[in-house]
């Protein structure tokens, strides 16, 4: 687990394996002539295109996967076999897991920041670049597009990419699906799904209730969830779809995380922080988006999207806040929010028979909250040490086009303009607690191109750069240097990179596909995090940053129903420049940023009998250490956990039902499943979850 210096970082021969691939992408492709179908994605373009063409990073999840055997609640049973891709988990619901594409977002204290999401093409970030993926359901959801590199810059603020989950239509005929899963920790989840087709219309309705004592002590949670979709043919040529959301979590508790010591001792543990004062979070998040879609013409198709939501959430953190210019151990925010977004698609020709595609759009995010804070008087609500009410909002506007000059090369184009702007109004003054109100606006232009060569017509190579743009987000600019006084961090600086990609696309044969990207990204002003304390993070500009990676997916059906699947990442994500650490000493040159492994692979073996129903799998995930300070004194160590599951599913009449038995971490192995970067009184380690077993049924009953 946590150990001593024994680097186990895959040594990786990056020459000869651009060497080899190259060897074997030029042989094997030549000789194929059946091409297998790639998924058909739409978030790189914002229209519907086969990813196999397109010059850019993108991963489709499919629902078998998303539901088969797993709890269907974590972005953590789903997007580690996306290369590039790597989610942490804290096993606290009161965190939502956190996810880091080509090392941005690992910094983050909670939740995902540094990558986009969207349910449905609405956002679930905040304008700032805030969000969370406890609202995403997997039992409804169609498929996860996972979007990487610069061409997820036309997504404005982010760094690292776009994670967007799509809800699946209604079946043809009207059918009931009811779900049952019961695991260790006292875990249970109760999921009830109704979808059909009536006429011109289609709706989808997903209600689940979660509950787990944790695998930690004083980590148990609930989760209310439901996801609807609505859709209406309006004529031959338009339509509109109603997308509903409701995520309620009356009681997470936060065990907090633990000291190297305390993990030897014992990895299950609270800290005793956590008892003395009841570290716990409720959330409640509701929204509702509008999209309206007209295939105006032969060549024009027009979107409309609307959204609107509101969240609530109280969290109770280790410290009483009664100090100084504390501003309370209990956090308390109502935030409104609301957006809109026009898109305009022409697909036309140029000079006759040339292929031409252009979007263009606007849209506008908003985001209003009021936060107060309170003395934590051990579990309950003391007096008031923080209200104030904050704003943000971002627009922009975004165009992108696609060309076919000759049938064997595509060109690709975008540029953004973004524009984000804060404001907060303090109210909370007194004699020693200063006015700490102000504002601050960012702004950028963010281009990207990019090229695919058919060089066969099973071997696609593309290259792409671009520029992205990522401000800090409120939670970041809340706190600075206690030295500095109190207030806002508005001397934060928004980090700028610059992406440079290059990769290659393959069918090696009529039943195995392969992906290839290697990626440089240099980014200025990076934000890092300065301190970690008693619930408080403050951010800091380092210089800059430099990520060289390498991904790689393979994804093959070898025949009697047996698939193999594997993914790697290689990432060497390091500072640019030393910089003086918050309370002394210095971050040297090329250390290498925390929170983010330097190689990852997984695995998955899987079994389908078309026959008998029965289906079976293996899973493997490796990883490397993992940094947990910027100085890189402190990190967990590598890790190796296999995972197993094995079912059946049977057609019998109208019902389709499914029973199955997983084990995680079949090996007992004892591992870090997330790092707080930075904890300033080396807090830094959330042991993940021991050996443990789910077990779950399913029956869908057509009318």
Same mark, same amino acid.
Request: charged share 20%; glycine share 10%.
């Given at each position: 687990?946590?150990?001593?210096?024994?680097?186990?970082?895959?040594?990786?021969?990056?020459?000869?394996?651009?060497?080899?691939?190259?060897?074997?992408?030029?042989?094997?492709?030549?000789?194929?002539?059946?091409?297998?179908?790639?998924?058909?994605?739409?978030?790189?373009?914002?229209?519907?295109?086969?990813?196999?063409?397109?010059?850019?990073?993108?991963?489709?999840?499919?629902?078998?996967?998303?539901?088969?055997?797993?709890?269907?609640?974590?972005?953590?049973?789903?997007?580690?076999?996306?290369?590039?891709?790597?989610?942490?988990?804290?096993?606290?619901?009161?965190?939502?897991?956190?996810?880091?594409?080509?090392?941005?977002?690992?910094?983050?204290?909670?939740?995902?920041?540094?990558?986009?999401? @969207?349910? $449905?093409?609405?956002? &679930? %970030?905040?304008?700032?670049?805030? =969000?969370?993926? #406890?609202?995403?359901?997997?039992? *409804? /959801?169609?498929?996860?597009?996972?979007?990487?590199?610069?061409?997820?810059?036309?997504?404005?603020?982010?760094?690292?990419?776009?994670?967007?989950?799509?809800?699946?239509?209604?079946?043809?005929?009207?059918?009931?699906?009811?779900?049952?899963?019961?695991?260790?920790?006292?875990?249970?989840?109760?999921?009830?799904?109704?979808?059909?087709?009536?006429?011109?219309?289609?709706?989808?309705?997903?209600?689940?209730?979660?509950?787990?004592?944790? @695998?930690? $002590?004083?980590?148990? &949670? %609930?989760?209310?969830?439901?996801? =609807?979709?609505? #859709?209406?043919?309006?004529?031959? *040529? /338009?339509?509109?779809?109603?997308?509903?959301?409701?995520?309620?979590?009356?009681?997470?508790?936060?065990?907090?995380?633990?000291?190297?010591?305390?993990?030897?001792?014992?990895?299950?543990?609270?800290?005793?922080?956590?008892?003395?004062?009841?570290?716990?979070?409720?959330?409640?998040?509701?929204?509702?988006?509008?999209?309206?879609?007209?295939?105006?013409?032969?060549?024009?198709?027009?979107?409309?999207?609307?959204?609107?939501?509101?969240?609530?959430?109280?969290?109770?953190? &280790?410290?009483?806040?009664?100090?100084?210019?504390?501003? #309370?151990?209990?956090?308390?925010?109502?935030?409104?929010?609301?957006?809109?977004?026009?898109?305009?698609?022409?697909?036309?020709?140029?000079?006759?028979?040339?292929?031409?595609?252009?979007?263009?759009?606007?849209?506008?995010?908003?985001?209003?909250?009021?936060?107060?804070?309170?003395?934590?008087?051990?579990?309950?609500?003391?007096?008031?040490?923080?209200?104030?009410?904050?704003?943000?909002?971002?627009?922009?506007?975004?165009?992108?086009?696609?060309?076919?000059?000759?049938?064997?090369?595509?060109?690709?184009?975008?540029?953004?303009?973004?524009?984000?702007?804060?404001?907060?109004?303090?109210?909370?003054?007194?004699?020693?607690?200063?006015?700490?109100?102000?504002?601050?606006?960012?702004?950028?232009?963010?281009?990207?191109?990019?090229?695919?060569?058919?060089?066969?017509?099973?071997?696609?190579?593309?290259?792409?750069?671009?520029?992205?743009?990522?401000?800090?987000?409120?939670?970041?600019?809340?706190?600075?240097?206690?030295?500095?006084?109190?207030?806002?961090?508005?001397?934060?600086?928004?980090?700028?990179?610059?992406?440079?990609?290059?990769?290659?696309?393959?069918?090696?044969?009529?039943?195995?596909?392969?992906?290839?990207?290697?990626?440089?990204?240099?980014?200025?002003?990076?934000?890092?995090?300065?301190?970690?304390?008693?619930?408080?993070?403050?951010?800091?500009?380092?210089?800059?940053?430099?990520?060289?990676?390498?991904?790689?997916?393979?994804?093959?059906?070898?025949?009697?129903?047996?698939?193999?699947?594997?993914?790697?990442?290689?990432?060497?994500?390091?500072?640019?420049?030393?910089?003086?650490?918050?309370?002394?000493?210095?971050?040297?040159?090329?250390?290498?940023?925390?929170?983010?492994?330097?190689?990852?692979?997984?695995?998955?073996?899987?079994?389908?009998?078309?026959?008998?129903?029965?289906?079976?799998?293996?899973?493997?995930?490796?990883?490397?250490?993992?940094?947990?300070?910027?100085?890189?004194?402190?990190?967990?160590?590598?890790?190796?956990?296999?995972?197993?599951?094995?079912?059946?599913?049977?057609?019998?009449?109208?019902?389709?039902?499914?029973?199955?038995?997983?084990?995680?971490?079949?090996?007992?192995?004892?591992?870090?499943?997330?790092?707080?970067?930075?904890?300033?009184?080396?807090?830094?380690?959330?042991?993940?979850?021991?050996?443990?077993?789910?077990?779950?049924?399913?029956?869908?009953?057509?009318?």
């Amino acid at each position: 687990m946590i150990k001593s210096d024994a680097d186990a970082t895959f040594r990786f021969p990056l020459r000869l394996c651009v060497a080899a691939v190259a060897s074997v992408l030029t042989g094997q492709a030549l000789a194929v002539d059946t091409v297998r179908t790639a998924p058909v994605v739409v978030t790189a373009t914002r229209v519907e295109e086969s990813s196999f063409d397109l010059p850019t990073a993108i991963d489709s999840i499919a629902n078998k996967i998303l539901t088969e055997a797993t709890l269907q609640a974590n972005v953590s049973e789903s997007l580690p076999r996306v290369p590039g891709t790597y989610v942490q988990s804290r096993e606290a619901y009161s965190q939502e897991q956190q996810i880091s594409i080509r090392g941005f977002g690992a910094r983050s204290s909670f939740g995902t920041r540094g990558v986009r999401l @969207y349910i $449905d093409g609405v956002p &679930a %970030s905040t304008p700032d670049g805030q =969000g969370g993926t #406890g609202n995403f359901d997997f039992s *409804s /959801a169609k498929s996860i597009e996972v979007l990487r590199g610069a061409f997820s810059a036309l997504y404005g603020n982010h760094s690292g990419g776009v994670v967007q989950i799509f809800t699946e239509d209604g079946p043809k005929d009207p059918t009931l699906t009811g779900t049952l899963a019961i695991g260790s920790y006292n875990t249970q989840r109760y999921g009830l799904k109704f979808g059909g087709t009536y006429g011109a219309a289609n709706a989808i309705g997903s209600f689940s209730y979660l509950t787990t004592d944790g @695998y930690r $002590d004083h980590s148990s &949670a %609930s989760r209310y969830l439901f996801n =609807g979709k609505f #859709g209406s043919k309006l004529g031959d *040529s /338009a339509s509109l779809t109603v997308v509903a959301n409701y995520l309620d979590e009356p009681e997470d508790q936060d065990p907090l995380t633990l000291d190297a010591q305390q993990v030897a001792a014992n990895p299950r543990q609270a800290r005793p922080e956590a008892y003395q004062y009841n570290t716990r979070r409720s959330l409640e998040n509701k929204q509702v988006g509008v999209v309206y879609e007209n295939q105006w013409n032969a060549v024009d198709t027009i979107r409309v999207m609307t959204y609107g939501g509101q969240r609530n959430n109280t969290g109770y953190l &280790a410290f009483s806040g009664s100090f100084g210019l504390s501003s #309370g151990g209990v956090t308390q925010l109502a935030r409104d929010y609301g957006g809109l977004g026009l898109r305009w698609t022409r697909k036309t020709t140029l000079f006759g028979d040339q292929p031409f595609t252009i979007t263009s759009g606007a849209d506008y995010d908003l985001a209003m909250e009021a936060r107060k804070g309170y003395i934590n008087n051990n579990g309950t609500i003391g007096a008031l040490r923080r209200n104030e009410d904050n704003r943000t909002h971002s627009w922009g506007l975004y165009s992108q086009v696609e060309w076919e000059p000759i049938s064997t090369l595509s060109a690709f184009a975008g540029l953004r303009y973004t524009q984000v702007a804060f404001k907060s109004q303090d109210y909370f003054i007194t004699g020693t607690n200063p006015n700490d109100s102000g504002s601050l606006r960012f702004d950028a232009w963010t281009p990207v191109i990019g090229a695919l060569v058919h060089v066969t017509p099973v071997l696609n190579v593309y290259a792409n750069a671009g520029r992205s743009f990522e401000t800090p987000t409120f939670i970041e600019l809340a706190y600075r240097d206690s030295s500095l006084g109190s207030g806002p961090n508005f001397a934060l600086k928004p980090a700028t990179s610059n992406q440079y990609e290059l990769g290659a696309k393959a069918f090696v044969s009529d039943n195995t596909r392969l992906n290839l990207a290697f990626f440089q990204i240099y980014t200025n002003n990076e934000i890092v995090v300065a301190s970690s304390s008693g619930g408080r993070t403050v951010y800091t500009n380092a210089p800059g940053s430099q990520r060289t990676g390498l991904e790689a997916s393979v994804d093959s059906d070898l025949g009697g129903g047996l698939n193999v699947y594997g993914a790697y990442t290689f990432l060497r994500a390091v500072f640019d420049g030393s910089f003086p650490k918050s309370g002394g000493g210095v971050v040297p040159d090329g250390s290498q940023i925390p929170g983010v492994p330097r190689s990852y692979l997984y695995v998955d073996v899987s079994w389908h009998d078309a026959l008998t129903g029965y289906f079976a799998g293996l899973e493997e995930r490796v990883s490397s250490k993992i940094y947990a300070d910027d100085q890189n004194t402190a990190f967990a160590d590598h890790y190796q956990v296999t995972s197993v599951r094995t079912g059946i599913e049977r057609e019998i009449g109208n019902f389709t039902v499914q029973g199955y038995v997983r084990v995680n971490n079949l090996f007992n192995k004892k591992y870090i499943a997330g790092v707080a970067v930075n904890d300033s009184n080396g807090y830094y380690y959330a042991p993940a979850a021991e050996r443990n077993y789910l077990v779950g049924a399913s029956a869908a009953m057509k009318f």
